[in-house]
Nanobody
């Protein structure tokens, strides 16, 4: 079965950094685009960043651009999200997701269970 397992969350201070990881299994990792999505306190889900099957193609929302970096290692079946200059947004739940194809324009068909990120001073 398709599995996506996030890790790397925890407590960080505003302005600090965290590196999230998502280990995938159950499908050919290199054939699909990947996305990081988060649930913000008091808000719904929002897309954060995505990466195509080609590790050189990435995309970020305006809020993430310049602060976050997405990457992937196909040999390790892992996608990463390096988060810098963290803002005091409380506790957020970050998910990684698999797209239907190698394009981020296509829908996401599988999500992990998420990893908690708490930003507090």
């Amino acid at each position: 079965q398709v599995q996506l397992v996030e890790s790397g969350g925890g407590l960080a201070q505003p302005g600090g950094s965290l590196r999230l990881s998502c280990v995938a299994s159950g499908f050919t990792f290199g054939n699909y685009a990947k996305t990081w999505v988060r649930q913000v306190p008091g808000k719904g889900l929002e897309w954060v960043s995505g990466i195509s099957s080609d590790v050189r193609v990435t995309y970020y929302t305006g809020a993430a651009k310049g602060r976050f970096t997405i990457s992937r290692d196909n040999a390790k079946n892992t996608v990463y999200l390096e988060m810098n200059s963290l803002k005091p947004e409380g506790t957020e739940l970050y998910y990684c997701a698999k797209h239907l194809t190698n394009s981020m324009a296509r829908s996401m068909d599988s999500w992990g269970k998420g990893t908690l990120v708490t930003i507090s001073s």
